[in-house]
């Protein structure tokens, strides 16, 4: 699911509260600025507590800070590591950044 979701899929049918969780974490991604408390209550309406909400927001902040940080420091993959190991192979991430320095 991962590698289908990273090459921009639709994602499968989620139970409510995956969904929830999915579309938090993107929205967390891709504009942190536009996080409102609405967000942390539509966690709240598909059922996840204060902690689980905050668990969810550290780790994808988490992720989210050190993939800026590796590529603020032109951190490349380690020798070794296949692309079928990776969710994306290195030639659609490189497109990918492309991409997004584009805009």
């Not at 598909?46 to 800070?65: E, M």
Request: net charge negative.
């Amino acid at each position: 699911m991962g590698r289908a979701l990273a090459r921009g899929a639709k994602p499968p049918s989620l139970e409510a509260g995956d969904a929830a969780m999915l579309a938090y974490a993107v929205k967390l991604t891709r504009d942190p600025g536009a996080i409102t408390a609405g967000d942390a209550e539509a966690l709240r309406d598909a059922g996840f507590g204060d902690r689980a909400i905050l668990d969810i927001c550290q780790v994808v902040s988490y992720y989210n800070y050190v993939n800026r940080l590796a590529d603020g420091l032109g951190v490349e993959l380690e020798e070794g590591w296949e692309d079928e190991h990776c969710t994306l192979t290195r030639r659609e991430f490189e497109a990918l950044r492309e991409a997004g320095s584009a805009t």
